[in-house]
């Protein structure tokens, strides 16, 4: 076969299955041709430059800055979100949130059962974005304790909410988030009504936990579920810069502080 006349033939075959987008079956009996060299030829327009395959990314997408991320951290998958230079707190919070939201309602399964952290106001601006359409999971659990002044209603509200649109229980955990000593943590976890939330951690398919800075949030603060203000001092002293569900983080790695 001439060159000319092999290329006029992928130039067909691609103008067909791209542009008019017919399956390879059709075009195999259209111009005569078994399935196999259709699929062959269309790999070979991608090869020869035949067909360039484009994707136009908007401005506010930004791939190759998730990429960097995931390459760097160990990520499985990034997800940065784009606002107004100035734009406030909350607004940030509301973009995070419905990427978040969106994330979980394009991935979730009717057999997951999800954690949840109860202090974080990012997480809660997820919950309010879910849309309870057709979403089903196993359950919702509290990842972290809510006792306190005005802990035990902001707990149980986003907990609760969440289990509510994704149309599940809630298990909730009845306890503060920090104790005072391992005799009273000891004491707690040896509770039927913690035990029985404890023990299903480990189920856990999908966890939604913020990332928090060292210094509480004022909500948090007033909770009485973080630490007094001369232990934080003390765990700054040592390194300490922030923390997931509690669990200290260091700069570069987990700080190893006795929680």
Not at 32 to 47: D, G, M, Y
Not at 139 to 146: E, F, K, R, W
Not at 155 to 178: E, F, M, V, Y
Not at 230 to 258: E, Y
Request: hydrophobic share 40%; with cysteine; glycine share 6%.
């Amino acid at each position: 076969m001439a060159k000319q006349d092999e290329q006029r033939l992928l130039v067909k075959i691609a103008t067909l299955y791209y542009l008019e987008g017919r399956k390879q079956s059709d075009i195999a009996q259209l111009l005569s041709l078994s399935q196999s060299f259709v699929s062959r030829a269309i790999t070979r327009c991608q090869k020869e430059g035949v067909v360039k395959i484009s994707v136009v990314q908007p401005s506010n997408i930004f791939l190759k800055l998730e990429k960097g991320l995931e390459d760097r951290y160990g990520l499985k998958q990034a997800v940065v979100v784009d606002t107004e230079e100035e734009a406030s707190d909350h607004t940030i919070k509301r973009a995070i949130g419905s990427a978040a939201a969106h994330y979980l309602e394009t991935r979730l399964r009717p057999k997951d059962l999800i954690g949840v952290s109860s202090w974080s106001s990012t997480i809660r601006a997820m919950v309010d974005e879910v849309h309870a359409q057709n979403l089903k999971a196993s359950g919702v659990i509290q990842l972290l304790g809510g006792v306190g002044p005005n802990g035990n209603v902001q707990a149980t509200i986003l907990t609760q909410t969440l289990a509510q649109r994704l149309n599940c229980d809630a298990w909730l955990l009845p306890s503060q988030s920090i104790e005072g000593s391992m005799e009273e943590r000891n004491r707690l976890l040896a509770s039927k009504d913690v035990a029985d939330v404890v023990s299903r951690f480990d189920e856990v398919d999908i966890a939604i936990v913020g990332i928090g800075i060292l210094e509480p949030s004022q909500l948090l603060k007033t909770s009485g579920n973080y630490y007094h203000e001369d232990m934080l001092q003390v765990l700054a002293a040592r390194g300490a810069v922030g923390d997931i569900c509690l669990h200290l983080l260091r700069q570069k790695r987990p700080s190893g502080v006795t929680r």
